[in-house]
């Protein structure tokens, strides 16, 4: 898809190795995901920062190309609270570095 079609950007479910999919398509493509929505909804809130941590520090980052949120929708009755703890972890695992 990128080599023929040019496809640029993917949105990734939470099923989905963010880090292999960086691997196997390079730094140049921008990656969408994916915290899975029920670790979202029922946390608790270090569940919530470990698996920010895990898509972070697992080769998702390469290349800078990523965009980190949900993996396929919110589920009902998420806390707003789960957010800011998403946010949160995102800024202390996801800071990109110059190398």
Do not use: Q, W
Request: aromatic letters at 6%; hydrophobic letters at 45%.
């Amino acid at each position: 898809l990128v080599r023929e079609l040019g496809v640029a950007s993917f949105e990734l479910g939470f099923p989905v190795d963010l880090g292999r999919v960086r691997a196997a398509l390079g730094p140049d493509v921008e990656l969408i995901g994916n915290v899975h929505p029920d670790v979202l909804r029922a946390g608790p809130p270090a569940s919530i920062a470990l698996a920010v941590r895990r898509i972070c520090t697992g080769g998702a980052m390469r290349g800078g190309k990523l965009i980190l949120r949900e993996g396929n929708n919110v589920a009902p009755r998420t806390p707003p609270a789960h957010f800011a703890t998403m946010r949160d972890a995102a800024k202390a695992y996801g800071v990109y570095t110059a190398s």
